[in-house]
């Protein structure tokens, strides 16, 4: 939601009547819960699809996490499944500034997601480090407005599946912020062992 994070641009516009707590938004949601609500069915619907009828079960590209953005929010935002124009902090701590995001795309399909995706006939210590390092340095470029844990957590799962496990158990993640958000830092340094630890947890079922 648009008070999640400190924006500058068009892409911080605010829906008129939200009180600067929704972002613009094609139905005209204001209320704040509305919107979640709505983004989390939506999600939902396209794990569905996903892991029943689409399932990518091949090496990812960028277009794979543009295309999966644009099926989760393009019924809502304009700007779905493209990368963000907007420079975005949280807490002081600033993601990639938006001119740099084209360029950091194609390193991470390069460096990233090429190497380690299919995730086809690897042990969990090999799949821990995987995702460890894809879902940092995802995070660290925030290529979207608005949905970019949530689209990071989702290809988690995708390589979780890809490598016959089932889908990661994220309460340990939700539960300790804080450890979560230190773990992303640790990674500006290519310090992957906190997200290692968070991943493995989360792949073994150990929410809580």
Known sequence: MANRYQATGSQAESQPGSNDLVLRN??????????????????LRLYERMMREQFPNRRLDVADLMGWHHQWLGNLYDWAGHPRSVNMSKDGFHFAAARQIPRLLETFERQYLHRHTPCHDIDEDVLTE????CHVELILIHPFREGNGRLSRLLADVMAVQAGHGTLDYSRWDADKAAYFTAIQCGV???????????SVALAGRGG
């Open 130 to 133: 995987a995702i460890a390092v």
């Open 26 to 43: 094609r139905p005209g949601i204001t209320d704040p819960a509305v919107m979640d609500e709505l983004e989390t069915r939506l999600l």
């Open 189 to 199: 340094g290519m310090n992957y062992a906190p997200m290692r630890a968070l991943v």
